[in-house]
């Protein structure tokens, strides 16, 4: 098939191939393969394939997770409300730009996102609302049960068919208002306390904004609110969105395919660092309970849903029972936690150093090798000492992945060191630690 | 009827199952030296304490259950890590101190040359994952190496408790490897035995849930055989957390039944075998300053340290907090102003 014969009108512009000329997107990752090799001086094609993937791999890591080694305070405690953009931008063919519908990539992405931010973030509280035909309307509120928002979720995008033979509304259609959402939104998070952070993530699929009012001064009521809004497009970019998450601290990412919007959404999971902007937020002593779990051979009536059910978790205050944790007494309003939810958010606090590679990239030389550690390393490690360690291992063929036992030859793949363990790693485990484990099995 | 078509998909199935089981060994030498002179000791009143098993005492009962394990399938895999007070250390597989040995050394056995093979090159996963174990050249690596680690301990860091966030955290890093790197098709389940004889030190609890959370993700469950006086509350949570057993026996001498009847099972196999279960897990915090176990206390809202009293600055990240709700019902006195008299107080608690 001759690709540069093809009527390229239809296709719009933001989809180009890898190198450069237009086609389909899954059609672009297959041209251009030959323009990642290189030559050496005798003109042999250096086999540095596996390091480039390396490279590539860990620059996606680094960037995705933001590992960063000073300490920034961060908005642990967080309230949000998950706006989507049910309109007509929703139901767009499946054409140009994603292989599944836009539907099912919205339903997949906010599902994980749900389940992350919840595992990251125990103690927060999420809640939904959707646009469509103009209006904006609250399904849930804020809660801390994952369980309900992905049955809410579930029942908006893959909705059971109803018992009797009425025909089920059309969920999706007509026109997004911002306007409407950012309102019942900020009316939703004034009575929330003090200390937590406050805020909205919307995943919007359209190019246009249907609002009753000027949407402008929406914003900057969100701004004197310390709201932070954050907007993820599936399409286009727009200049509203643009300034609502510029006004408000947040961030406004568009994706390019299916699996970027995943990753812009979930990277909203992670807490984001507080801004001296954010005067609402005051820091506070919150008074919490610690219960005690108890046998599995008692049976009690449990006050979430008024039961007779073994084990549970008992309120050190007024003694009521709970199945699970964490969750608000209803009697005391105290809230109730175990110490593994507390210490499940430690790792933001605590983050593991970046590890700085070894083997100084292509083309560096020896004077200004010392250079490429600035600024990747802590206050207080010795910098001259891990350069003298660096020059000394990259002579080195016979080193050990520390973490894994795996031997990484000195060409070919990326060897990394952490800075206060002095140990080596490979490209994996040093994605595995700064992603999943955040602990240097050398540090300990 | 053997040729059912459910008999066979299990069979099928059981093939491509492959079990690994990392053993994490508690190498405290101060703990475990204290005990052997305890056991030598003819007074009376240490007549309890000469119901702990001393070390090689230990050592044996864990290689008789290693056989055990790994006769009774010939897919069974097993890694052993030794916790040691300053860095934990690998005894099997095991790198000569994590470098490679050069392709021209000679090697005493063919077995050992094996072994240094299995961490050259990820090819040779596959054969480690393809032969199986052979016991005898286990257990000589393992002595050895226990040995070597024995005899270069630093007398300085011995009293600080072995590092088991360590042992873990890089038992976790090898079990990543080989799920990458395991032959298409087969099913790995993973499991970490722990045996603890030093106590808990605080400083590790951060480190050790944030091991456990990532086991928990891996589907890897831990079990915790406790062979000191005193529970180990970490372990408890972690077991719990991640599914696992945790025991410490009554009789520590007939170490060997218990290993051989808990510890043996697998993973598919624990709903059918009556397991010791934990009656009540101490999930409760305790305070960051005073150290005891609370019921109620305050958070911080910035860094989530615990405090069992109110105070006016977090200690930890040094944050301060501002007028609260208890002080207009008098539940706590309100902070007195710099240079001014102290307003007379209402009831307070």
């Known amino acids: 098939m001759d690709i540069d014969a093809e009527d390229d009108n239809e296709i719009p512009d933001h989809v180009h191939g890898a190198s450069g000329d237009t086609g389909y997107v899954w059609e672009g990752q297959f041209t251009g393969a030959w323009s990642m090799l290189d030559d050496n001086q005798e003109g042999q094609i250096i086999n540095d394939l596996q390091l480039k993937e390396q490279v590539r791999k860990r620059q996606r890591l680094t960037s995705m997770t933001t590992v960063t080694d000073s300490i920034v305070r961060k908005g642990i405690i967080r309230f949000m409300y998950l706006i989507l953009d049910l309109s007509a931008g929703v139901l767009q063919p499946v054409a140009h730009d994603l292989k599944q519908s836009r539907v099912s990539v919205m339903h997949e992405a906010t599902s994980d996102f749900v389940k992350e931010f919840f595992d990251q973030n125990p103690l927060s509280q999420m809640g939904l609302i959707v646009t469509r035909r103009g209006l904006a309307e609250k399904i849930l509120e804020l809660t801390g049960g994952q369980k309900s928002m992905l049955t809410e979720l579930k029942e908006i995008f893959d909705p059971s068919p109803r018992a009797d033979d009425e025909p089920t509304p059309d969920p999706f259609g007509g026109d997004p208002s911002i306007q409407n959402s950012l309102l019942i939104a900020h009316s939703a998070l004034q009575s929330i306390p003090q200390y937590g952070s406050r805020e909205i993530v919307i995943a919007y699929s359209s190019l246009s904004t249907c609002d009753p009012g000027d949407v402008m001064t929406t914003i900057q009521l969100m701004k004197d609110s310390s709201v932070r809004c954050s907007v993820v497009a599936l399409d286009a970019e727009m200049y509203v969105c643009k300034k609502l998450s510029h006004d408000t601290n947040g961030t406004y990412g568009v994706a390019l395919h299916q699996e970027s919007f995943k990753e812009l959404l979930l990277a909203h999971a992670l807490p984001p660092p507080t801004t001296t902007k954010q005067k609402n937020m005051k820091p506070a002593l919150i008074r919490m309970g610690f219960p005690q779990r108890r046998s599995d051979n008692l049976f009690s009536i449990c006050n979430c849903h008024s039961e007779i059910k073994a084990g549970g978790y008992i309120c050190p205050r007024c003694k009521c029972k709970y199945c699970d944790l964490p969750t608000e007494c209803t009697v005391c309003n105290l809230t109730l936690v175990s110490s593994p939810h507390l210490a499940r958010s430690y790792h933001h606090l605590f983050p593991v150093a970046p590890f700085v590679e070894i083997d100084a990239p292509k083309g560096v030389d020896a004077r200004t090798a010392g250079q490429r550690f600035d600024g990747t390393m802590s206050v207080g490690t010795d910098v001259n000492r891990i350069i003298e360690l660096c020059g000394n291992m990259s002579k080195d063929n016979t080193l050990c992945c520390f973490g894994c036992l795996k031997h990484i030859p000195r060409e070919n793949s990326l060897r990394l060191l952490c800075t206060r363990c002095e140990k080596v790693f490979c490209v994996e485990c040093d994605g595995f630690i700064h992603q999943s484990l955040h602990n240097c099995p050398g540090c300990e | ?349």
């Open chain 2, 1 to 349: 009827n053997p040729f059912d078509k459910k008999t066979r998909l299990a069979v099928e199935s059981a093939r491509e199952n492959i079990q690994l089981l990392v053993v994490l060994l508690d190498t405290n030498p101060y703990i475990w030296g204290k005990r052997r002179s305890d056991q030598n000791q003819p007074s009376s009143y240490k007549q309890n304490l000469k119901t702990l098993i001393n070390f090689s005492q230990f050592l044996n009962h864990v290689l008789l259950f290693t056989n055990a394990y790994l006769s009774s399938n010939s897919k069974n895999k097993i890694a052993f890590i030794a916790a040691h007070p300053k860095e934990s250390k690998f005894l099997f597989p095991h790198t000569s101190t994590d470098r490679v040995q050069s392709e021209n050394a000679t090697t005493t056995t063919t077995g050992e040359q094996d072994l240094l093979r299995i961490v050259r090159s990820d090819k040779a996963t596959e054969e480690f994952f393809l032969k199986e174990i052979n016991f005898n050249t286990l257990r000589n690596t393992v002595i050895k190496q226990l040995e070597e680690t024995f005899t270069e301990t630093d007398d300085e860091l011995v009293v600080k408790g072995s590092s088991l966030a360590g042992a873990f955290s890089r038992a976790l890093c090898f079990i990543n490897r080989l799920e990458r790197e395991k032959p298409i098709g087969t099913t790995l389940n993973s499991r970490v035995l722990a045996f603890q004889v030093s106590p808990d030190i605080s400083m590790q609890y951060i480190s050790i849930m944030n091991a456990i959370f990532s086991a928990q993700k891996m589907n890897v469950t831990l079990d915790s055989c406790i062979l000191s006086t005193e529970d180990s509350s970490f372990l408890q949570q972690a077991s719990y957390i991640t599914g696992g057993v945790y025991l410490k026996p009554l009789k520590q001498e007939g170490l060997i039944q218990y290993l051989l009847s808990v510890f043996i099972v697998d993973k598919s196999l624990r709903g059918l075998v009556q397991l010791p279960v934990q009656a009540t897990i101490d999930f409760r915090a305790a305070c960051f300053e005073t150290k005891k176990q609370i019921d109620l206390g305050y958070v911080c809202s910035v860094c989530l340290s615990i405090f069992d009293q109110h105070k006016w600055s977090c200690s930890t990240c040094g944050v301060k907090f501002e007028v609260l709700q208890q002080v207009r019902t008098g539940a706590i006195q309100p902070k007195p102003k710099p240079g001014s008299q102290p307003t007379n107080n209402t009831q307070s608690k």
